[in-house]
């Protein structure tokens, strides 16, 4: 490991207490964020107990500083959940709290956005926000939900998980370690996730997607069972953003829905850094040429 195992912190951004999980390179190529998706926490992406899962660790090793954020409403700003409604609170916050958590050190090359599931809506958010962004990360969304997921869905609310969610997002349970499947990784959802949900497929993701014109990965399980994740779907995700061209599809095989955690874990975060390492080659700007600049 060429930096510091993955440590929590705090951090106080416009009043609130943003948390979240640190991983960071003695001198880091560049900086991964990444942002778990509903239910969950930034414990998501260091599993607890099972240290080869950890994108964290992975990034780490390969000389990446890496934070994991509790997005907001999530962790330490649980208590100010009401605050976030507006999408613009909750980027001004997540990146506000990336940046207090890295604080003077190297940013390297730049920074690499990575989205899991409702994640994915501040992670491309914040790409289109944030300076130097080198590329992004997305995994366990889409523009169609299945039949089976919109039945479930539309059942959800914030106090009341309908029969059969979990199921959709964890099936097969083969697919994962079984300490995964002992809800340690789980966590109270929030109000305004509900509308995250209902505006993301038809208006948001097409919205914020036209916006981005860094390099994307979009990471498809052959397992997923909450999204459309037909070859016709796929096109069609690839045409929303700014470069389409610019735009990776990643199958994973041997694996559900919650890719980050499952026993093909590994091999999706060497996937994910090694889009990274593309992203970073194609921008022109390695780690010494940011710092002469």
Not at 60 to 72: K, M, Y
Not at 84 to 90: I, K, L, S
Request: aromatic content about 6%.
């Amino acid at each position: 490991m060429t930096g510091s195992a993955p440590r929590p912190r705090v951090v106080v951004v416009d009043g609130v207490p943003m948390s979240g999980l640190v991983a960071a390179a003695t001198d880091p190529r560049a900086v991964i964020v990444a942002v778990h998706g509903g239910a969950t926490s930034s414990a998501y992406f260091d599993c607890p107990g099972n240290a080869p899962l950890s994108l964290l660790r992975a990034a780490v090793t390969e000389g990446f500083t890496a934070i994991a954020l509790d997005r907001p409403g999530y962790g330490s700003s649980a208590v100010y959940a009401d605050e976030f409604a507006d999408p613009d609170r909750r980027v001004s916050a997540a990146l506000g709290a990336a940046e207090k958590m890295l604080g003077t050190g190297s940013r390297g090359a730049g920074v690499f956005l990575l989205g899991h599931s409702a994640g994915c809506e501040l992670a491309l958010r914040m790409a289109i926000a944030a300076g130097d962004v080198v590329g992004v990360e997305l995994s366990g969304t889409g523009l169609r939900y299945t039949d089976e997921a919109k039945a479930i869905i539309s059942e959800a609310t914030v106090n009341s998980r309908p029969a059969g969610l979990r199921d959709l997002l964890w099936q097969p349970t083969d697919l994962y370690p079984a300490e995964v499947l002992t809800g340690a990784l789980s966590a109270p959802g929030v109000a305004y996730e509900s509308e995250v949900t209902a505006h993301w497929p038809r208006r948001d993701f097409p919205a914020i997607a036209a916006k981005v014109t860094v390099p994307v990965q979009f990471s498809v399980a052959d397992h997923e069972s909450v999204w459309d994740t037909t070859p016709e779907a796929l096109n069609a995700i690839t045409g929303l953003f700014a470069r389409p061209d610019a735009v990776r599809l990643n199958h994973m095989a041997n694996s559900g829905h919650n890719v980050s955690v499952g026993r093909t874990a590994d091999r999706y975060h060497r996937n994910v850094l090694s889009f990274l390492e593309e992203c970073i080659a194609d921008s022109g700007r390695d780690r010494k040429q940011v710092e002469a600049s």
